[in-house]
């Protein structure tokens, strides 16, 4: 018996609905360092092995490169046959919640970064968090002078792109609130396939 999945539905035809697993594994560390990524490789290998399919990552856990090496070896070790049996989750992190570097930052996800996923595509990518930070402020505590204005108009306008570009099969949002989502909701031309809350 597999872990259970429900469909993530789309408005868009070129994407259409896709199963997604209820139960997913996190690569988000507190404090990722460059001695856990053989750890985190192994656990993410043995939770394919163990029929996990979706994984969760982002650009702030520090852990999306690590989390294609482990794909890239299932694959080749035929753990898995192709990439669309898993379902990859992404998130941009709030430094790059600005309309120009929303796209910028989907392509470093793939073979032209340094740290990517190396993969094609994304399944799911969402805004991290409904605020813009100051360039590279990773962790707490978030200060009021690392806050800069955030366009959510503008940025969604970068997440629609990437969809329509391929980059991303669906879109999204973690950790809005109500009121941000009403906001979102009224020029959204896609509307947010997922809402992801911790």
Not at 49 to 62: I, K
Not at 70 to 96: G, M, N, P, Y
Not at 102 to 107: E, F, R, S, W
Not at 157 to 173: N, P, Y
């Amino acid at each position: 018996m597999g872990i259970p999945e429900v469909v993530l539905s789309s408005t868009s035809p070129a994407t259409g609905a896709r199963a997604i697993s209820v139960l997913a594994m996190g690569t988000g560390l507190a404090h990722f360092t460059p001695e856990q990524r053989p750890a985190t490789k192994h656990a993410i290998l043995r939770a394919i092995e163990l029929g996990y399919r979706h994984f969760d990552t982002a650009a702030s856990y520090q852990s999306e490169d690590v989390l294609g090496e482990a794909i890239a070896e299932a694959l080749q070790a035929s753990v898995i046959h192709s990439r669309a049996e898993l379902f990859i989750t992404s998130k941009i992190w709030c430094a790059d919640a600005h309309r120009d570097l929303v796209l910028l930052k989907a392509y470093r996800i793939f073979p032209l970064g340094a740290r990517n996923l190396k993969l094609d595509y994304l399944d799911l990518y969402l805004i991290h968090w409904p605020m813009r930070l100051k360039a590279e402020k990773f962790d707490p505590p978030i200060e009021s002078h690392h806050i800069l204005p955030f366009d959510l108009k503008s940025v969604w306008e970068g997440m629609e792109e990437c969809q329509r570009l391929g980059l991303a099969k669906h879109i999204g949002v973690s950790n809005f609130t109500t009121w941000k989502l009403a906001e979102l909701l009224q020029y959204a031309k896609v509307p947010p396939a997922a809402v992801q809350v911790v």
